[in-house]
């Protein structure tokens, strides 16, 4: 059974700093993986989406990595604001599964101005 | 377009009364999803539907009952309401996924609704 666990699960830093939070995953065989962001009270965004055959996907500030072999990617936020303050999760669609996505349980990150 | 939309928005329910929760999509998405969120567990999936007319079991379907007679509505439905059900649940949709011509593009991405906060006492 497939198991995504993220790392911190909360993080707090200063506006400005550059940032990465961490998700792996315990089943290599994956189509694809996802970065979600989840306001307070608002539903899940797609940020980015790596497919297992690539190694890398960058949007504006973000960029996410996906090492398939060894169960993890991370997301880089540069120069984070206090807009970028949400909850972040990252999910992963097994080989096996269909378009069934399984989620981590996220990282809380609150960006101070 | 409005995406996913979720009603109602919040619920609070007595042990043993039933409910339903209706998710409609207008991006003409063939599956549809409802998952559960939950502290320290993360989302899981409760039911999904390929198509209209199907559904399928998801991680946690127990307690649950789904429907999709019309392609745009999923519905959830709670038979007997128990205080383990207290959650938020959240509902998406996705293009059909076909693993020969799924291209790298967002659009294989899941869609979410706002959620639907679920208090059951």
């Known amino acids: 059974k497939q198991e995504v666990t993220q790392i911190p699960a909360a993080l707090s830093v200063p506006e400005g700093e550059n940032l990465v939070l961490n998700c792996s995953f315990t089943d290599s065989a994956i189509y694809n993986l996802q970065w979600f962001r989840q306001d307070p009270g608002k539903g899940l965004t797609s940020l980015l989406l790596i497919q297992s055959s690539q190694r890398e996907q960058t949007s504006g500030r973000l960029n996410a990595s996906l090492d398939k072999s060894s169960g993890r990617s991370t997301l880089y936020i540069a120069a984070s604001q206090p807009g970028d303050s949400a909850t972040y999760l990252c999910a992963v669609r097994g080989e096996t599964s269909g378009s069934r996505l399984t989620f981590g349980e996220g990282t809380q990150l609150t960006v101070n101005p | 377009n409005a995406g996913v939309t979720q009603t109602p928005k919040f619920r609070v329910l007595k042990t043993g009364q039933s409910m339903t929760l209706l998710c409609a999509q207008d991006m003409n998405h063939e599956y549809m999803y409802w998952y559960r969120q939950d502290p320290g567990m993360g989302l899981r999936l409760i039911h999904y539907?390929?198509?209209?007319?199907?559904?399928a079991k998801g991680e946690v379907p127990d307690g649950y009952n789904v429907s999709r007679l019309k392609k745009q509505n999923f519905l959830l439905g709670l038979e007997s309401a128990a205080p383990s059900q207290t959650s938020v649940y959240f509902c998406?949709?996705?293009?059909?996924?076909?693993?020969?011509?799924?291209?790298?593009?967002?659009?294989?991405?899941?869609?979410f609704g706002p959620g639907t906060r679920l208090l059951v006492l």
């Open positions: 998406a949709s996705s293009i059909l996924f076909d693993l020969w011509t799924v291209t790298n593009t967002p659009q294989e991405t899941q869609y």
């Open positions: 539907s390929v198509g209209e007319g199907t559904t």
